[in-house]
């Protein structure tokens, strides 16, 4: 039996335990906080036992001291042994991570072990320890943004989907107003194209409309533009899959992630939705545009 382990990781209050609450639901054998040491003795128990499990998931964090010293042999031994091993790597903004541990009132792994003194100082610590584990996950995600609910919805997109599919490609609007995208793998400006906020028919409007859809894909600009960036997607997308990659965030911005970017991130996914079946859209900033509009008329949703 081909046996699949994914390594969950990250900063502290990014969300590890839900995600892997998410994962046991969907038939990943699931352990909080192993060690790196002990992964591959428990796989090596299961192998003896003639009892392994097909898909497990284990979560390791800064609490483990020999974290960044054990990940790179681990890997190394689990090959050898035809274990295919991913990292996904869970991070958020260091404002976010601050209201998470203020609403829960629990302190920093840091802070507990006396090695940092206060909260910005131990996500900074905790940064630096984790920031080589990151660039060699497999898998980024941002949870700065996202609800449970959120959280949920990627994961499945990503590991619920796994019986045959290749690449899970998002396709993300987003506004640069309301920041970058962090999670992104791929980012396109579409910010020099001709903005329908300033066009009053189409302000209240979104990207997947078609009046909307037509004033920016339409013009000579947009369509040259659109050509481009879906000729880059082709060539490259079956790069990524031949390097291992399961997932591939696209971002698409314009200044407020409602009009253009929108309406690039829908075009795309309908014409990539036709050669991979894990093909979604999704809108980062689509709530913030809601509530500026709903500000500007005064509380008038209409």
């Given amino acids: 039996m081909l046996m699949d382990l994914l390594i969950v990781t990250g900063m502290s209050g990014a969300g590890k335990t839900r995600a892997l609450q998410n994962l046991e639901d969907m038939g990943y054998y699931c352990v909080d906080n192993l060690p790196p040491q002990?992964?591959?003795?428990m796989l090596d128990t299961e192998i003896t036992a003639n009892m392994p499990h097909e898909k497990t998931a284990v979560t390791v964090d800064i609490r483990s001291e020999k974290l960044?010293?054990?990940?790179?042999?681990?890997i190394e031994?689990?090959?050898?042994?035809g274990i295919r091993t991913r990292i996904l790597f869970l991070d958020a903004s260091d404002n976010t991570l601050k209201n998470r541990y203020k609403e829960s009132r629990r302190l920093h792994p840091l802070i507990q072990r006396g090695d940092a003194k206060d909260l910005p100082a131990a996500l900074h610590m905790e940064r630096d320890l984790l920031a080589g584990l990151r660039s060699s996950a497999d898998i980024v995600l941002d949870t700065s943004r996202l609800s449970s609910g959120g959280l949920r919805q990627k994961l499945i997109g990503i590991f619920g989907k796994e019986g045959g599919v290749t690449m899970a490609i998002e396709f993300v609007a987003f506004g640069y107003k309301y920041?970058?995208?962090?999670?992104?793998?791929?980012?396109?400006?579409v910010r020099c194209l001709p903005n329908p906020y300033y066009v009053d028919e189409l302000r209240r409007l979104t990207g997947e409309d078609k009046v909307v859809r037509d004033y920016v894909l339409g013009s000579e600009e947009g369509q040259t533009l659109y050509g481009k960036i879906k000729d880059l997607l082709e060539y490259s997308i079956p790069l990524y899959i031949k390097e291992g990659k399961s997932r591939l965030v696209v971002g698409l911005g314009c200044t407020g992630g409602q009009h253009r970017s929108l309406?690039?991130?829908?075009?795309?996914?309908?014409?990539f939705a036709e050669s991979y079946p894990g093909v979604s859209l999704s809108m980062r900033d689509m709530e913030e545009n809601r509530l500026e509009i709903y500000e500007r008329n005064g509380g008038i949703t209409s």
């Fill in 77 to 81: 031994g689990l090959s050898v042994k």
């Fill in 179 to 189: 920041g970058i995208l962090a999670d992104a793998d791929i980012v396109f400006d």
């Fill in 68 to 74: 960044l010293a054990g990940i790179d042999r681990l």
């Fill in 263 to 271: 309406a690039f991130a829908s075009a795309l996914k309908e014409y």
């Fill in 38 to 41: 002990l992964i591959l003795y």
